[in-house]
């Protein structure tokens, strides 16, 4: 869920320079200061994630203090107030509309003014979810019918790929059939015969008449074949299987290679390789058999092979006998995945578990030496099959012994293949210029788009009857013919003439479809990144395997992207379930790296609508290597995007554009919160910190304790505070006990007081939000009622440093930039001076436009207050700024030199993100005529919409024509209407227009209620 917070203004404030800064959770953000007014105007719009419906968003007006640098302090608070989001969901729309809010003072506050004195302020909010998009009943029809499609389609391979399998259906039935009848007769046989000799031999003659059908069958369907031939087939099956995720025990390998995907399976697990044969030397291995790869056909087809030796004898294990079952579960020639179940029984308890590891093999990044490389990621788990004391001494001790065997693998494989440093992948300038060459030109978008039977048919009939025109000679007038008018003289020729025009109308459907495609432009393609610190840049590729909302139709797919609280928005492309973008977007600069970026697609259906959402996805960069995020295939959730299998392309770069300085200025912002000096660890200290957790380079630590990490029995360790994560590191004994968790992440912190449990320590709670941090339960003590993992720290040298410490650094952890701030208030003051009018013309011709009535409202109030709405004072800007408007900007009536009774303006605005989804500007031209006779107003206004899709295909047209009541004395009559003029033909002509008559008559009814009850009250306070 995402809530929309809009801080429209404030009024009677203690101080004359202000802010405000929001919060929910953990996540904050805070306007642009305004100056020299106690009734400030902020306009600004915010977003924020919400995970539970219990948060609450604080809202927090400071004075600002001149001098206190970039990274200033805040001020003095001057109130806050605190709204429930429970509050905003219990409406059925799901939106708070403007109200204001009194600010309340903080307990133990130094001013002596009482807490009314603190002044009002506005906000509006709005809550919105992925799953409040379109879904009609006919679309979850198809949903859930292509679901059991999908089951009917997977079973229909073990019946028609009898190549795969080891053995046809009808012949399994029959061997089986055999059994069945044999072991009857076997069983009836002991029965009756009391002879133990030949009971003997009736099981001897039963065992191997049983093994000579199994010989029969295999001599019927062969299960093995060669390697290449067996990839080969496995191509053809895995096209559409998904790549398994790593296993939970953690990653022992992940590193890219100089050498294709495919080159470097068959060196790991073709028959007979080298390199295992050199591994087995390495390790000290005996008596090592290595079985063919073989057809394993149970539910699903797959490659399996069983590899069974003697482990060389340890300080603590002696030598014992391992068998490792492999299986390719993936291999389509691009991406391989082979799952190695690994059985030792005569370790002790070795019955009780079995060891899982996951080859994982994929495409890496391009080389600057054009080369291809490969990313080969191994991981670990390990399953029980029954509970044991010694479950943690097992899992340690299997841990240990993995990561041996995995170093000399490692240290093997880099001396046969040469691996790829950071050094040798391609930086971001590089990798987005070769984006810009992977892209097709406009001829051979055209010719791969026009290349179809349609339009060959078109233009062979059209040059057919051309040809035929020419050829014949001009023919007798007959019937109702007349010279110039030349009629079909047949059933024939009209049918031809029919073909011909349908065929024409489509080719030219196509061609404006084209058109429209190659010059719609994304309103956030190229912007660049502002401010010094932590640049975000995503470069969207391209998509693959799309859903469609409606079966008879392909989507129209945008992207937008969430990161910090703002957001980016990609181009739409036209009708594609496979859209190319190869944009690329950047996000301004924040003061700390971020942790997740949310990825959405969505299919657009005009550009004031909510546009239904396609898949959805959360990139932690925490769990990504910088190597994964420069080329990445982001697999899309939902219903339907998991049906569907869909992908997103992507090439993500996160850069520190100020260096250490970035981080010392962070350091001494939390210096103030936290009550100590932080100093910048060494890079030593953060390598060793990075590398016990995995976390990528850009991450630093800023504070770590000794402490105890209370469950069962106290575990001794250090507790570690990044900028970005909470960690655990413990070693006991060799046995290490690792964990990590997101600020973002914790719901709760807790300080409870010292108990006999906890040895007269005080005790620090942590819980998390429900269904986060799954990857650190295993240090949880508890789990609440609603699901929550609660982790108990106790046994601080110093507990109140501790605590304060992480209390400090929970509440200023920050998603949304403080940078842009001052950026913000200086190009809105530039937007004032610099307003684009040109578009709108100065000429008004309403009548162009097919003009409907979408309101209409009679007024309890003379006409003349009505007007005010026009005339540019405090009324037009109250009503404008709380019906969903930003950067409100007008100029003055002038009188028309074409006619002196009346009277033209300018606007210029925006619209927030609540109204459209696309934000955008707005500009508009208004003329304003009395009516005849005297008695009433015509108001025309011509509007403009910039930064939206189509946005240059048309122009909105409003008519507001206002009378006074005959039948009802000192009220008026208001008439609306509203009509759409189209530049450019366009395939979304009439949904568009339909889209915005619905959005603007709604949005009409706001304005009048407002403009009434604002008249209303100040006629009532006056």
């Given at each position: 869920?995402?809530?929309?917070?809009?801080?429209?203004?404030?009024?009677?404030?203690?101080?004359?320079?202000?802010?405000?800064?929001?919060?929910?959770?953990?996540?904050?953000?805070?306007?642009?200061?305004s100056k020299g007014t106690k009734n400030p105007n902020w306009n600004e719009?915010?977003?924020?994630?919400?995970?539970?419906?219990?948060?609450?968003?604080?809202?927090?007006?400071?004075?600002?203090?001149?001098?206190?640098?970039?990274?200033?302090?805040?001020?003095?608070?001057?109130?806050?107030?605190?709204?429930?989001?429970?509050?905003?969901?219990?409406?059925?729309?799901?939106?708070?509309?403007?109200?204001?809010?009194?600010?309340?003072?903080?307990?133990?506050?130094?001013?002596?003014?009482?807490?009314?004195?603190?002044?009002?302020?506005?906000?509006?909010?709005?809550?919105?979810?992925?799953?409040?998009?379109?879904?009609?009943?006919?679309?979850?029809?198809?949903?859930?019918?292509?679901?059991?499609?999908?089951?009917?389609?997977?079973?229909?391979?073990?019946?028609?790929?009898?190549?795969?399998?080891?053995?046809?259906?009808?012949?399994?039935?029959i061997l089986e059939g055999k059994h069945i009848v044999k072991a009857i007769?076997?069983?009836?046989?002991?029965?009756?015969?009391?002879?133990?000799?030949?009971?003997?031999?009736?099981?001897?003659?039963?065992?191997?008449?049983?093994?000579?059908?199994?010989?029969?069958?295999?001599?019927?369907?062969?299960?093995?074949?060669?390697?290449?031939?067996?990839?080969?087939?496995?191509?053809?099956?895995?096209?559409?299987?998904?790549?398994?995720?790593?296993?939970?025990?953690?990653?022992?390998?992940?590193?890219?290679?100089?050498?294709?995907?495919?080159?470097?399976?068959?060196?790991?697990?073709?028959?007979?390789?080298?390199?295992?044969?050199?591994?087995?030397?390495?390790?000290?291995?005996?008596?090592?058999?290595?079985?063919?790869?073989?057809?394993?056909?149970?539910?699903?087809?797959?490659?399996?092979?069983?590899?069974?030796?003697?482990?060389?004898?340890?300080?603590?294990?002696?030598?014992?006998?391992?068998?490792?079952?492999?299986?390719?579960?993936?291999?389509?020639?691009?991406?391989?995945?082979?799952?190695?179940?690994?059985?030792?029984?005569?370790?002790?308890?070795?019955?009780?578990?079995?060891?899982?590891?996951?080859?994982?093999?994929?495409?890496?990044?391009?080389?600057?030496?054009?080369?291809?490389?490969?990313?080969?990621?191994?991981?670990?788990?390990?399953?029980?099959?029954?509970?044991?004391?010694?479950?943690?001494?097992?899992?340690?001790?299997?841990?240990?012994?993995?990561?041996?065997?995995?170093?000399?693998?490692?240290?093997?494989?880099?001396?046969?293949?040469?691996?790829?440093?950071?050094?040798?992948?391609?930086?971001?300038?590089?990798?987005?210029?070769?984006?810009?060459?992977?892209?097709?030109?406009?001829?051979?978008?055209?010719?791969?788009?026009?290349?179809?039977?349609?339009?060959?048919?078109?233009?062979?009939?059209?040059?057919?009857?051309?040809?035929?025109?020419?050829?014949?000679?001009?023919?007798?007038?007959?019937?109702?013919?007349?010279?110039?008018?030349?009629?079909?003289?047949?059933?024939?020729?009209?049918?031809?003439?029919?073909?011909?025009?349908?065929?024409?109308?489509?080719?030219?459907?196509?061609?404006?479809?084209?058109?429209?495609?190659?010059?719609?432009?994304?309103?956030?393609?190229?912007?660049?990144?502002?401010?010094?610190?932590?640049?975000?840049?995503?470069?969207?590729?391209?998509?693959?395997?799309?859903?469609?909302?409606?079966?008879?139709?392909?989507?129209?797919?945008?992207?937008?992207?969430?990161?910090?609280?703002?957001?980016?928005?990609?181009?739409?492309?036209?009708?594609?379930?496979?859209?190319?973008?190869?944009?690329?977007?950047?996000?301004?600069?924040?003061?700390?790296?971020?942790?997740?970026?949310?990825?959405?697609?969505?299919?657009?259906?005009?550009?004031?609508?909510?546009?239904?959402?396609?898949?959805?996805?959360?990139?932690?960069?925490?769990?990504?290597?910088?190597?994964?995020?420069?080329?990445?295939?982001?697999?899309?959730?939902?219903?339907?995007?998991?049906?569907?299998?869909?992908?997103?392309?992507?090439?993500?770069?996160?850069?520190?554009?100020?260096g250490v300085e970035t981080i010392k200025d962070y350091l001494t912002k939390?210096?103030?919160?936290?009550?100590?000096?932080?100093?910048?660890?060494?890079?030593?200290?953060?390598?060793?910190?990075?590398?016990?957790?995995?976390?990528?380079?850009?991450?630093?630590?800023?504070?770590?304790?000794?402490?105890?990490?209370?469950?069962?029995?106290?575990?001794?360790?250090?507790?570690?505070?990044?900028?970005?994560?909470?960690?655990?590191?413990?070693?006991?004994?060799?046995?290490?006990?690792?964990?990590?968790?997101?600020?973002?992440?914790?719901?709760?912190?807790?300080?409870?007081?010292?108990?006999?449990?906890?040895?007269?320590?005080?005790?620090?709670?942590?819980?998390?939000?429900?269904?986060?941090?799954?990857?650190?339960?295993?240090?949880?003590?508890?789990?609440?009622?609603?699901?929550?993992?609660?982790?108990?720290?106790?046994?601080?040298?110093?507990?109140?440093?501790?605590?304060?410490?992480?209390?400090?650094?929970?509440?200023?952890?920050?998603?949304?930039?403080?940078?842009?701030?001052?950026?913000?208030?200086?190009?809105?003051?530039?937007?004032?001076?610099?307003?684009?009018?040109?578009?709108?013309?100065?000429?008004?011709?309403?009548?162009?436009?097919?003009?409907?009535?979408?309101?209409?409202?009679?007024?309890?109030?003379?006409?003349?207050?009505?007007?005010?709405?026009?005339?540019?004072?405090?009324?037009?800007?109250?009503?404008?700024?709380?019906?969903?408007?930003?950067?409100?900007?007008?100029?003055?009536?002038?009188?028309?030199?074409?006619?002196?009774?009346?009277?033209?303006?300018?606007?210029?605005?925006?619209?927030?993100?609540?109204?459209?989804?696309?934000?955008?500007?707005?500009?508009?031209?208004?003329?304003?005529?009395?009516?005849?006779?005297?008695?009433?107003?015509?108001?025309?206004?011509?509007?403009?919409?910039?930064?939206?899709?189509?946005?240059?295909?048309?122009?909105?047209?409003?008519?507001?024509?206002?009378?006074?009541?005959?039948?009802?004395?000192?009220?008026?009559?208001?008439?609306?209407?509203?009509?759409?003029?189209?530049?450019?033909?366009?395939?979304?002509?009439?949904?568009?227009?339909?889209?915005?008559?619905?959005?603007?008559?709604?949005?009409?009814?706001?304005?009048?209620?407002?403009?009434?009850?604002?008249?209303?009250?100040?006629?009532?306070?006056?």
């Open positions: 869920m995402r809530l929309y917070v809009y801080v429209l203004e404030g009024t009677d404030l203690s101080t004359k320079d202000s802010y405000v800064k929001l919060q929910i959770g953990m996540f904050k953000s805070k306007t642009r200061v719009e915010f977003a924020f994630r919400v995970h539970d419906m219990e948060d609450e968003l604080v809202v927090s007006v400071y004075s600002h203090e001149e001098g206190s640098g970039f990274f200033n302090v805040s001020g003095d608070l001057v109130g806050r107030v605190r709204v429930p989001v429970r509050s905003v969901s219990a409406d059925e729309s799901h939106n708070l509309p403007p109200t204001w809010f009194y600010l309340e003072r903080p307990k133990g506050s130094k001013s002596v003014k009482k807490e009314c004195d603190a002044g009002k302020i506005l906000l509006a909010l709005s809550l919105r979810g992925r799953g409040q998009d379109k879904c009609t009943n006919h679309l979850c029809y198809e949903d859930s019918h292509s679901k059991t499609g999908d089951y009917k389609e997977r079973e229909g391979p073990h019946v028609t790929r009898q190549d795969f399998l080891s053995c046809t259906a009808p012949s399994r039935k007769a076997g069983r009836l046989e002991r029965l009756f015969n009391k002879n133990e000799d030949n009971s003997r031999n009736d099981d001897a003659s039963e065992q191997s008449t049983t093994l000579s059908d199994y010989e029969d069958c295999m001599e019927e369907t062969p299960s093995f074949c060669s390697f290449e031939k067996a990839m080969e087939k496995m191509e053809s099956m895995s096209s559409e299987i998904e790549m398994p995720n790593n296993l939970q025990g953690g990653i022992l390998l992940d590193q890219t290679y100089v050498i294709p995907s495919k080159d470097l399976n068959m060196f790991l697990f073709a028959p007979n390789s080298q390199f295992r044969t050199d591994l087995v030397d390495l390790q000290g291995s005996r008596n090592v058999q290595e079985g063919p790869w073989m057809w394993k056909s149970e539910d699903t087809p797959c490659l399996m092979r069983v590899v069974t030796y003697t482990k060389a004898a340890t300080k603590l294990v002696k030598a014992v006998k391992a068998t490792e079952e492999q299986t390719y579960t993936k291999a389509d020639g691009r991406e391989f995945s082979v799952h190695v179940n690994v059985s030792t029984p005569d370790v002790p308890y070795g019955n009780t578990f079995k060891i899982e590891i996951l080859y994982r093999i994929m495409p890496g990044p391009q080389l600057s030496s054009r080369e291809e490389s490969s990313h080969l990621v191994v991981s670990w788990g390990i399953s029980f099959f029954q509970n044991t004391m010694m479950r943690g001494m097992i899992e340690g001790g299997a841990r240990q012994g993995l990561k041996e065997s995995f170093d000399q693998f490692a240290s093997l494989l880099a001396r046969n293949v040469k691996t790829v440093d950071s050094i040798n992948l391609l930086d971001k300038s590089q990798m987005f210029a070769t984006l810009q060459t992977e892209q097709q030109s406009d001829w051979e978008l055209a010719t791969g788009y026009f290349w179809n039977f349609t339009v060959v048919l078109a233009a062979f009939v059209t040059l057919y009857i051309f040809v035929h025109i020419l050829l014949c000679r001009p023919g007798e007038l007959q019937g109702l013919e007349f010279t110039g008018i030349d009629l079909p003289d047949s059933f024939g020729e009209l049918i031809a003439c029919g073909i011909l025009v349908i065929l024409l109308e489509r080719v030219y459907y196509m061609v404006s479809h084209f058109v429209q495609a190659r010059f719609q432009k994304g309103s956030d393609h190229g912007i660049k990144a502002q401010g010094d610190g932590w640049v975000l840049t995503v470069a969207l590729i391209e998509s693959m395997n799309l859903a469609s909302l409606d079966p008879m139709v392909f989507p129209d797919p945008y992207v937008v992207f969430t990161c910090n609280g703002k957001t980016r928005t990609s181009s739409v492309k036209l009708q594609t379930l496979d859209p190319q973008w190869n944009e690329i977007l950047e996000f301004d600069a924040a003061e700390e790296p971020p942790s997740v970026l949310d990825v959405e697609v969505f299919d657009f259906d005009g550009p004031f609508d909510h546009a239904a959402t396609l898949g959805h996805s959360e990139i932690n960069f925490l769990k990504h290597t910088s190597t994964e995020l420069a080329d990445i295939w982001v697999p899309l959730e939902g219903k339907l995007a998991q049906s569907s299998q869909s992908k997103l392309h992507l090439r993500i770069f996160l850069d520190n554009n100020n939390m210096e103030k919160e936290v009550g100590k000096k932080l100093n910048l660890r060494s890079p030593h200290r953060n390598s060793t910190f990075q590398k016990n957790f995995g976390l990528p380079p850009e991450e630093f630590l800023i504070s770590d304790f000794s402490c105890s990490l209370k469950r069962k029995m106290p575990l001794q360790g250090r507790l570690f505070l990044s900028a970005r994560i909470v960690g655990f590191y413990a070693n006991l004994f060799g046995h290490k006990t690792k964990f990590f968790f997101l600020w973002e992440d914790i719901d709760d912190i807790q300080v409870l007081p010292p108990s006999l449990a906890s040895v007269g320590s005080p005790q620090l709670l942590v819980v998390l939000r429900k269904d986060r941090g799954i990857d650190a339960r295993q240090g949880a003590k508890s789990q609440d009622e609603e699901g929550r993992l609660q982790f108990y720290f106790i046994s601080f040298v110093s507990f109140n440093v501790a605590s304060r410490t992480i209390m400090a650094l929970w509440r200023t952890r920050t998603l949304t930039p403080d940078q842009k701030a001052r950026i913000a208030e200086e190009q809105q003051e530039e937007d004032g001076k610099s307003i684009c009018l040109e578009d709108t013309g100065s000429c008004l011709v309403v009548e162009d436009a097919k003009m409907s009535k979408v309101y209409t409202v009679e007024l309890p109030m003379k006409m003349k207050s009505v007007m005010e709405m026009f005339d540019g004072g405090d009324l037009e800007y109250k009503v404008i700024g709380k019906s969903g408007c930003l950067s409100y900007v007008t100029t003055t009536w002038e009188p028309m030199k074409s006619n002196p009774d009346a009277f033209e303006r300018h606007l210029c605005y925006k619209f927030n993100r609540q109204f459209s989804i696309f934000g955008g500007e707005v500009t508009c031209t208004q003329q304003k005529i009395p009516v005849s006779n005297g008695k009433g107003w015509i108001v025309n206004e011509v509007m403009a919409l910039h930064d939206i899709p189509f946005s240059d295909h048309f122009r909105v047209h409003f008519k507001y024509q206002f009378e006074n009541s005959v039948l009802v004395q000192n009220s008026c009559e208001c008439d609306v209407y509203v009509g759409v003029t189209w530049l450019k033909s366009t395939t979304f002509q009439q949904r568009i227009t339909r889209n915005i008559t619905e959005k603007f008559a709604h949005r009409l009814k706001d304005v009048f209620e407002l403009v009434e009850r604002e008249i209303l009250l100040a006629n009532g306070s006056n």
